[in-house]
């Protein structure tokens, strides 16, 4: 009689044996991610931070504004959403009667994390009568106690939105300052929340990298500090960088952004050199999911996205009033026309089995 193999034992033979593990069969994965998604009509959105595997799983690839308008439009029963929690939580908001999965919940965000109910309604105090724009990087409920979202593409325009010359935002103090100098007109009353993974990039690792690159030219995410932003060539917003660079004549650049989307571009505009800082401005909370944990969102309807109902209708309209601020009603977003518009990276990988959008 074979002796049964407690889990504690397997993992501890893994950890102290010597050979080499098998490797993972990744068609195979790809295969039943496949097969899976079409027997339950499930749509897979995946941020372009996300590992390249990952991304090569999903029907679509993009940012936080991407995304939402493709969780706005899609037909699918369920939406598997690869990236943080604050984004499937907007799908859901977009797609209430539908079943969204966030595949590995640890993958949380730590700046929507910064700011509780209870601070922006102190926030508030401090500063009565201005309306809130909130980031979209931010909880439903955070977004229940706001007049408005935004996302980095469109932030300067929802701000300029308002009549009002006082305006809070939150949480984010570096796309906040950049939208301030944006828009002078305007007294912006900003929040101090962060993102770690940006505010990791420092001005001395960019002087480092513009003395090795001397020619590239320097882009960066408004969510880096400003410190850092004023430093670049470029300053836009995930789906601003990705067109800027490929549509770019020239061919070296530093990314101030994170690791994802440098790998994604690396891969996308071969030949182009395009290299970022180090340490690498990694977000550890976009790497959580793996091909494993979507077979087993789908195979189980594991990790459902739900949002209290109390605070629903308030935090959904705050997406549906940013798209109507930026592009028109809910029910006619194409795109098309817009200057907000990305659909996401199209190139095709090497391997001919892996498609970045759509699969």
Same mark, same amino acid.
């Given at each position: 009689?074979?002796?049964?193999?407690?889990?504690?034992?397997?993992?501890?033979?893994?950890?102290?044996?010597?050979?080499?593990?098998?490797?993972?069969?990744?068609?195979?994965?790809?295969?039943?991610?496949?097969?899976?998604?079409?027997?339950?009509?499930?749509?897979?959105?995946?941020?372009?931070?996300?590992?390249?595997?990952?991304?090569?799983?999903?029907?679509?690839?993009?940012?936080?504004?991407?995304?939402?308008?493709?969780?706005?439009?899609?037909?699918?029963?369920?939406?598997?959403?690869?990236?943080?929690?604050?984004?499937?939580?907007?799908?859901?908001?977009?797609?209430?009667?539908?079943?969204?999965?966030?595949?590995?919940?640890?993958?949380?965000?730590?700046?929507?994390?910064?700011?509780?109910?209870?601070?922006?309604?102190?926030?508030?105090?401090?500063?009565?009568?201005?309306?809130?724009?909130?980031?979209?990087?931010?909880?439903?409920?955070?977004?229940?106690?706001?007049?408005?979202?935004?996302?980095?593409?469109?932030?300067?325009?929802?701000?300029?939105?308002?009549?009002?010359?006082?305006?809070?935002?939150?949480?984010?103090?570096?796309?906040?300052?950049?939208?301030?100098?944006?828009?002078?007109?305007?007294?912006?009353?900003?929040?101090?929340?962060?993102?770690?993974?940006?505010?990791?990039?420092?001005?001395?690792?960019?002087?480092?990298?513009?003395?090795?690159?001397?020619?590239?030219?320097?882009?960066?995410?408004?969510?880096?500090?400003?410190?850092?932003?004023?430093?670049?060539?470029?300053?836009?917003?995930?789906?601003?960088?990705?067109?800027?660079?490929?549509?770019?004549?020239?061919?070296?650049?530093?990314?101030?952004?994170?690791?994802?989307?440098?790998?994604?571009?690396?891969?996308?505009?071969?030949?182009?050199?395009?290299?970022?800082?180090?340490?690498?401005?990694?977000?550890?909370?976009?790497?959580?999911?793996?091909?494993?944990?979507?077979?087993?969102?789908?195979?189980? $309807?594991?990790?459902?996205?739900?949002?209290?109902?109390?605070?629903?209708?308030?935090?959904?309209?705050?997406?549906?009033?940013?798209?109507?601020?930026?592009?028109?009603?809910?029910?006619?977003? $194409?795109?098309?026309?817009?200057?907000?518009?990305?659909?996401?990276?199209?190139?095709?990988?090497?391997?001919?089995?892996?498609?970045?959008?759509?699969?």
């Amino acid at each position: 009689m074979v002796p049964e193999i407690k889990k504690h034992e397997v993992e501890i033979s893994l950890k102290t044996n010597s050979r080499s593990l098998p490797e993972r069969n990744v068609e195979y994965l790809r295969d039943e991610i496949r097969k899976l998604a079409k027997e339950k009509n499930a749509v897979i959105l995946t941020h372009i931070y996300q590992r390249l595997e990952v991304q090569d799983i999903a029907d679509h690839v993009g940012d936080s504004l991407a995304l939402s308008r493709y969780a706005a439009k899609t037909e699918a029963d369920i939406i598997v959403f690869c990236g943080v929690h604050f984004m499937a939580e907007t799908a859901k908001l977009l797609n209430p009667e539908k079943t969204v999965l966030l595949p590995d919940l640890q993958s949380g965000c730590p700046m929507a994390d910064m700011i509780s109910v209870e601070d922006l309604r102190a926030f508030k105090n401090e500063n009565p009568g201005s309306p809130v724009v909130c980031y979209v990087n931010s909880s439903a409920a955070v977004k229940a106690e706001s007049d408005i979202c935004c996302t980095s593409t469109n932030a300067v325009q929802v701000v300029n939105s308002f009549n009002e010359k006082e305006i809070i935002f939150a949480p984010d103090k570096g796309l906040g300052v950049w939208v301030q100098e944006q828009l002078p007109h305007k007294k912006l009353h900003i929040y101090d929340g962060f993102c770690p993974t940006h505010y990791q990039i420092t001005p001395k690792e960019v002087f480092i990298m513009r003395e090795k690159y001397p020619d590239a030219i320097v882009v960066a995410h408004p969510e880096c500090d400003p410190e850092v932003w004023r430093l670049a060539d470029f300053v836009g917003s995930t789906s601003q960088i990705y067109k800027f660079v490929l549509g770019h004549e020239k061919n070296q650049f530093i990314i101030l952004s994170e690791q994802g989307l440098v790998a994604r571009m690396q891969r996308d505009m071969h030949p182009k050199a395009i290299v970022t800082t180090f340490p690498l401005p990694l977000c550890p909370n976009m790497k959580y999911h793996k091909l494993e944990s979507v077979i087993e969102a789908l195979r189980e $309807n594991k990790n459902e996205i739900k949002v209290d109902k109390k605070i629903f209708d308030k935090a959904r309209k705050t997406i549906t009033r940013m798209f109507e601020v930026t592009e028109g009603a809910i029910s006619e977003i $194409n795109g098309m026309n817009n200057k907000n518009f990305w659909e996401g990276p199209k190139t095709i990988a090497s391997d001919s089995s892996l498609v970045g959008c759509g699969r």
